[in-house]
Nanobody, 121 residues
Framework: QVQLVESGGGLVQAGGSLRLSCVAS????????MGWFRQAPGKEREFVAA?????YYADSVKGRFTISRDNAKNTVYLQMNSLKPEDTAVYYC?????????????????WGQGTQVTVSS
């Protein structure tokens, strides 16, 4: 059983930056494809970025967000630059039971509790 704990969310002005972290425990982190998803109020959860064999990004964050991982620290990061008010959401870290990255939430077996990101205009 993989446990995931996110951190790094907060309130930031438009144009600012945040770095989210997600620490995994209970599994073999290097064998997990990892992803970030987000859910804004009244909207469905949506894919943001994933890493595992390759990296994927949603079109809405491409060029602004960067996903990375440190297998020695069992941690995946999401560096978010040039933030916009529409990036406001709860951000969730997710892990797959396989190494390859995927973009659909149904492909992920393990989820963190989420961290709130609020971007003010």
């Amino acid at each position: 059983q993989v446990q995931l704990v996110e951190s790094g969310g907060g309130l930031v002005q438009a144009g600012g930056s945040l770095r989210l972290s997600c620490v995994a425990s209970g599994g073999t982190f290097s064998r997990n494809g990892m992803g970030w998803f987000r859910q804004a109020p009244g909207k469905e959860r949506e894919f943001v970025a994933a890493i595992g064999g390759t990296t994927y990004y949603a079109d809405s964050v491409k060029g602004r967000f960067t996903i990375s991982r440190d297998n020695a620290k069992n941690t995946v990061y999401l560096q978010m630059n040039s933030l916009k008010p529409e990036d406001t959401a709860v951000y969730y870290c997710a892990a797959r039971a396989a190494i390859l990255a995927k973009t659909k939430s149904g492909d992920y077996a393990y989820w963190g509790q989420g961290t709130q990101v609020t971007v003010s205009s």
